[in-house]
Each structure stands twice: as structure tokens, then as C-alpha cells.
């Protein structure tokens, strides 16, 4: 059944029907003896879209007052006490993200449906908040889920989008009259724009409370901000928010006059770790370490790029990891047991689906470049050379990547694994780009627009995951291409432990053609776009192995 209700009316019959010793018996109706209210609390709650419009009409029809302070009184005494409970059962692990989405899609279903007696009515509001994720980062899945979460719970959300400068989330944030001010990143270079944008506000003598929020940061992060702006504590609150859920509750709280002052001045506590005048010293880098040279260096022939403008879409998705989608990209990492069981078989359907139609509507689009390059260690850098260029004795040198030290342990570096500068002949390094196209972020922003948004999270999972798989397939080609095992040739990534540095993408950039190529291109913060795109190096060293640069995250942050 291909309608687009058919997993709803799959879902509903078994929410109905139960198998038992003679057959289907019928369940007891979840909706049996309720009143049109409380059905319509159930309906949010149960992710039900059907019939709530026949609630709301119900409610109308019974009741004396005014049209437009019965739908007030919906509104406030139904739908987001509704709402309430739905994010209550996510955090407590009793609702995985994607139903409280589906949760939130019934919401504005309904809203939208009061909309018609709620215009210019007073009081429906309870408080404004421009969101934004920081310049140059093009990361906004989770912006886009306290987008959805605050919207569907009475707030006026005004999205500015990704990559947005710091002049304009100001400006915004003034000119829209604005409650706070939300600010999302991914990584440690664009988290740094949060401090910029704070010490602005303070300048321009603006109070304004600034909830921040990205797998980069943390607690402590927030309070170093606001304990040391320019001008002096930032008064106004800056507020780290692990979750959506987390922000509706901190905007609960500011909105509330007496609440607010309260979390204003718990925040305002500095804690022992904020208030040390010092931070230790890093550690003396090691000096190199005893990485024996490998026995073996591959050779291709020929070395230079190699371009794949479209991978074989079906092979691809075999290669996704099934334990990452569903548990980490599609939001099931604490379901056990019998639900995910369960879980996992409605997961293994909607995969198959999805694949199907992205591969037929071309949402999704597997591509790559990649290349050998003739290289030689020197200290702490990798010398990259012409490709053409045979002859050790006078090489053309193209670039260099760099790569951190460990302080400690080992003391690895990723060069010690490649021959050294003037060996009788060169070592070989592959780079590999690959990405899925354009199309799956600008689906993935037209199921949003549409207030699809359980849809759009499931699409972007996806979109993640096949990336990484066409990021797995190129590393098996480039193996099969140097004459190495499976167990050989380990890929590194830019922005993980061994090479954090992910402005070094610009040299991967000019090494391969990505831009021209593929379409690709680079922030200014040496992100790569689209987002659902990666970059790495191919080592064929057989101690190769995963390992902490030792490179603290939050020194970087605060530097």
C-alpha cells in the first residue's frame, strides 16, 4: 500500500487489534468513554492526526462562550498540557524523537485548524525567540527540532536559518522584540561565534538572555561566557541547553517574571571551576615515536584523481550500518526488549521504503572523488607531492597537511605512520571525498516547511547514513585498488581524535577538485556542503589504528 496514510492505518489497526488464541480480537478502543477534550488530549499524545478536527469543531459547538476564548482555552488548556506529557515521556526515555515529532505534527495540525478563531487574539503567545545556527555551520537538525518543540508549545519562533552572521541575529533579535535569542553549533571553531555575539549584545547595552546549545559545548562552556564578557558578567544569561526539551523548559522559565530572576541568579553562581585563575599548562609534546616503517608500500598506477559522479545507489545501501541508523541517526538508542523488537521491524520497512523512493526521486545521490598522492613525513607533517612527478631526487612539492601530537601515551602522529622525507622512494597516500547531493537537504527542508517534521528527521538520518556507507564503499574500492586486506588501510576523518584540525579540508579541497567537480564547497568555517558529506585519508600502515591527538576540546574553545 503505497497511499501516503498507510502506515498511519497500519499503526492504527494494531493499536485496535491484538492476536489471540482464536484470532483477531478486538482492543478496547483507547478513545472509548472520553469527551471531545479529552479525546483531543489523547490524540496529541497517541500522535493521532485523524479526527482532531472533529474534536475541536465538538468542543466549539458545546460550549456558551465566545468562539475565539474557546479556542484560547483549547489551545491552553488542551493542546499544550498535551504536549507537556509527550516531552515528559521523551525525557524519560519512554518516547523516541521521531514519535514526539509525529506528537508535534498533530499539534500543528490542530493549531492550524484553531488558527481561524486565534487571530490578533491576546495573550496566545507566551514569548518570542529568534533562532539561529552561528555563521559559517551548516549544521541545523537540532536548531530545527527546538524550532518545532518550542512552536508546537506556544512560542513565536522566528528561524534565521544556518550560517547566520552575527549583525543579523542581533539586528533580528531587536527589531522582532525577542524574549532571548537561541544559538546552535556543531563544532569547536563556530561554537566561538556564541562569546562574539554576547560581548555585542553587551556593548550595545542590550539585555538580552542567549540559550546555546551543539555537541561542541557544554555547562561549563556557558558559564565561562557569561562570567567572562568584555564589559562583565553577562547579566542577562547564557544558557546551555542539552535539548530541545530543555530549552522549552529554560524559556518557561524566562518568560515567567518571578522564575526568571530566580534562573538569572543561578546562573550568576560561578562555579570552582570557572573561578580558577588558571587553566594547567598543556603537556610538553613527546618527541616521535617508534612506528616502525611498514614492509609494504602499495603502488596504483596511475597515482592522481579519480572521479565517480554516481556510485551504484543499491550497493551503497548495503553497506549502511543498520545498529547507527536506528539507534543513533533515527533516535531508538534506549529502546530495549520487546519494543525494540518491535521497533526495529516498523525501522526495517520504513528503510526499505525510503531507499526505494529517494533512489526513484533522486533525493539522494551517492558521488565521490578521490586520489594517490606521492608523500613523505617530515616532523609532524605529511609533504604531499605532484602526482606525476616520479623522480625523489627533486619533487614538486603541491602541500602540506598537518597533524597534532599526542602529549601523552604513545605519542603518536599520523605522520609517523609514512616514510620520512629522502627515503629511496615515495609512500602513498589516498583522499577520498564523497557526498549525497544537494537534493537530500533541500527535501529534507521542504518536508519541514510542510510541517512533516517526523518525516524530515527520518530523511535526514538517512541522507547521514548513506554518506557514511558511499564514504565506506570508496574505502573498500581504494583498498581492493592498493592490494590490501580488509583488516588493513584504516580511514581518518577531519574533526576526529587523531586530526581535529578540520581547516586542513581546504587542502583536501585543492587537492581534489570537489568544488567543480561535485558542487561541493567549504564555510568559512571549513565545513563541508553539503552537510551530509565527508572527507578522509586512507592509511595503509598495518599498525594504523585509532587514537586521541590529545587536543582538549574545551581549550580550544575558550582560546
Known amino acids: 500500500n503505497r497511499t501516503a496514510d498507510a502506515l498511519e492505518k497500519l499503526v492504527n489497526y494494531f493499536e485496535t487489534h491484538a492476536e489471540g488464541e482464536s484470532g483477531a480480537v478486538e482492543k478496547k478502543d483507547p478513545f472509548e468513554g472520553l469527551n471531545a477534550r479529552e479525546r483531543l488530549f489523547q490524540r496529541i499524545i497517541l500522535r493521532q492526526k485523524n479526527g482532531l478536527e472533529e474534536d475541536i469543531d465538538q468542543i466549539l459547538s458545546e460550549t456558551d462562550q465566545p468562539r475565539?476564548?474557546?479556542?484560547?482555552?483549547?489551545?491552553?488548556?488542551?493542546?499544550?498540557?498535551?504536549?507537556?506529557?509527550?516531552?515528559?515521556?521523551?525525557?524519560?526515555?519512554?518516547?523516541?524523537?521521531?514519535?514526539?515529532?509525529?506528537?508535534?505534527?498533530?499539534?500543528?495540525?490542530?493549531?492550524?485548524?484553531l488558527e481561524q478563531y486565534l487571530e490578533r487574539q491576546e495573550g496566545l503567545s507566551k514569548g518570542k525567540i529568534v533562532l539561529a545556527t552561528v555563521y559559517g555551520d551548516v549544521h541545523d537538525i537540532g536548531k530545527n527540532l527546538v524550532k518545532t518543540i518550542l512552536a508546537?508549545?506556544?512560542?513565536?519562533?522566528?528561524?534565521?536559518?544556518?550560517?547566520?552572521?552575527?549583525?543579523?541575529?542581533?539586528?533580528?533579535?531587536?527589531?522582532?522584540?525577542?524574549?532571548?535569542?537561541?544559538?546552535?553549533?556543531?563544532?569547536?571553531?563556530?561554537?566561538?561565534?556564541?562569546?562574539?555575539?554576547?560581548?555585542?549584545?553587551?556593548?550595545?547595552?542590550?539585555?538580552?538572555?542567549?540559550?546555546?546549545?551543539?555537541?561542541?559545548?557544554n555547562p561549563l562552556f556557558a558559564e565561562r561566557i557569561a562570567q567572562n564578557a568584555e564589559?562583565?558578567?553577562?547579566?542577562?544569561?547564557?544558557?546551555?541547553?542539552?535539548?530541545?526539551?530543555?530549552?522549552?523548559?529554560?524559556?518557561?522559565?524566562?518568560?515567567?517574571?518571578?522564575?526568571?530572576?530566580?534562573?538569572?541568579?543561578?546562573?550568576?553562581?560561578?562555579?570552582?571551576?570557572?573561578?580558577?585563575p588558571e587553566r594547567k599548562a598543556r603537556a610538553t609534546p613527546r618527541a616521535a615515536s617508534s612506528v616502525p616503517p611498514a614492509e609494504y608500500i602499495p603502488t596504483v598506477s596511475p597515482l592522481g584523481i579519480r572521479i565517480e559522479k554516481q556510485l551504484p545507489f543499491d550497493e551503497v545501501a548495503k553497506l549502511i550500518n543498520l545498529t547507527e541508523l536506528y539507534r543513533l541517526s533515527w533516535g531508538a538508542k534506549k529502546?530495549?526488549?520487546?519494543?525494540?523488537?518491535?521497533?526495529?521491524?516498523?525501522?526495517?520497512?520504513?528503510?526499505?521504503?525510503?531507499?526505494?523512493?529517494?533512489?526513484?526521486?533522486?533525493?539522494?545521490?551517492?558521488?565521490?572523488?578521490?586520489?594517490?598522492?606521492?608523500?613523505?613525513?617530515?616532523?609532524?607533517?605529511?609533504?604531499?607531492?605532484?602526482?606525476?612527478e616520479s623522480n625523489t631526487s627533486n619533487p614538486l612539492e603541491l602541500i602540506r597537511l598537518n597533524f597534532p601530537r599526542q602529549t601523552k601515551g604513545e605519542g603518536l602522529c599520523l605522520s609517523d605512520y609514512f616514510l620520512p622525507v629522502g627515503s629511496s622512494r615515495f609512500d602513498l597516500l589516498p583522499l577520498q571525498v564523497v557526498?549525497?547531493?544537494?537534493?537530500?537537504?533541500?527535501?529534507?527542508?521542504?518536508?519541514?516547511?510542510?510541517?512533516?517534521?517526523?518525516?524530515?528527521?527520518?530523511?535526514?538520518?538517512?541522507?547521514?547514513?548513506?554518506?557514511?556507507?558511499?564514504?565506506?564503499?570508496?574505502?573498500?574500492?581504494?583498498?581492493?585498488?592498493?592490494?590490501?586486506?580488509?583488516?588493513?588501510?584504516?580511514?581518518?576523518?577531519?574533526?576526529?581524535?587523531?586530526?581535529?584540525?578540520?581547516?586542513?579540508?581546504?587542502?583536501?579541497?585543492?587537492?581534489?577538485p570537489a568544488e567543480k567537480v561535485l558542487?561541493?564547497?567549504?564555510?568559512?568555517?571549513?565545513?563541508?556542503?553539503?552537510?551530509?558529506?565527508?572527507?578522509a585519508m586512507v592509511v595503509h600502515h598495518p599498525l594504523a589504528k585509532p587514537f586521541d591527538a590529545g587536543i582538549n576540546r574545551m581549550d580550544l574553545l575558550l582560546e
Open 68 to 113: 475565539e476564548e474557546a479556542a484560547v482555552q483549547i489551545l491552553n488548556q488542551v493542546l499544550l498540557p498535551a504536549m507537556k506529557v509527550v516531552g515528559d515521556r521523551f525525557g524519560s526515555g519512554e518516547l523516541i524523537l521521531p514519535f514526539v515529532l509525529q506528537s508535534a505534527e498533530a499539534m500543528k495540525k490542530a493549531v492550524t485548524h
Open 152 to 217: 508546537n508549545n506556544g512560542y513565536e519562533v522566528t528561524d534565521l536559518g544556518k550560517q547566520v552572521p552575527a549583525e543579523e541575529i542581533i539586528s533580528r533579535a531587536v527589531g522582532e522584540k525577542a524574549d532571548a535569542v537561541g544559538l546552535s553549533a556543531l563544532l569547536v571553531s563556530t561554537s566561538k561565534q556564541m562569546p562574539l555575539i554576547a560581548n555585542e549584545f553587551q556593548r550595545r547595552g542590550i539585555e538580552m538572555p542567549i540559550l546555546i546549545g551543539g555537541a561542541a559545548i
Open 231 to 276: 564589559l562583565g558578567p553577562y547579566n542577562a544569561g547564557i544558557f546551555y541547553c542539552k535539548d530541545a526539551f530543555e530549552g522549552l523548559s529554560v524559556m518557561d522559565q524566562l518568560v515567567d517574571p518571578e522564575k526568571r530572576t530566580l534562573l538569572q541568579h543561578a546562573h550568576s553562581r560561578v562555579s570552582s571551576e570557572v573561578n580558577k
Open 335 to 388: 529502546v530495549r526488549g520487546q519494543e525494540w523488537q518491535e521497533l526495529k521491524a516498523e525501522f526495517e520497512q520504513r528503510r526499505i521504503r525510503m531507499l526505494a523512493q529517494a533512489k526513484e526521486a533522486g533525493w539522494i545521490r551517492p558521488q565521490s572523488i578521490y586520489g594517490y598522492f606521492p608523500v613523505w613525513a617530515e616532523g609532524d607533517d605529511l609533504v604531499v607531492y605532484e602526482p606525476r
Open 435 to 512: 557526498t549525497v547531493g544537494r537534493n537530500a537537504t533541500k527535501h529534507f527542508e521542504e518536508l519541514d516547511s510542510q510541517g512533516q517534521y517526523s518525516e524530515g528527521y527520518f530523511l535526514h538520518g538517512l541522507a547521514v547514513q548513506m554518506a557514511e556507507a558511499s564514504a565506506e564503499f570508496i574505502h573498500r574500492q581504494i583498498r581492493a585498488e592498493m592490494g590490501i586486506g580488509v583488516d588493513q588501510g584504516f580511514r581518518y576523518s577531519w574533526g576526529y581524535p587523531a586530526l581535529p584540525w578540520i581547516n586542513e579540508h581546504r587542502k583536501v579541497f585543492d587537492l581534489l
Open 519 to 535: 558542487g561541493m564547497e567549504l564555510t568559512s568555517a571549513w565545513q563541508l556542503v553539503p552537510e551530509q558529506s565527508t572527507a
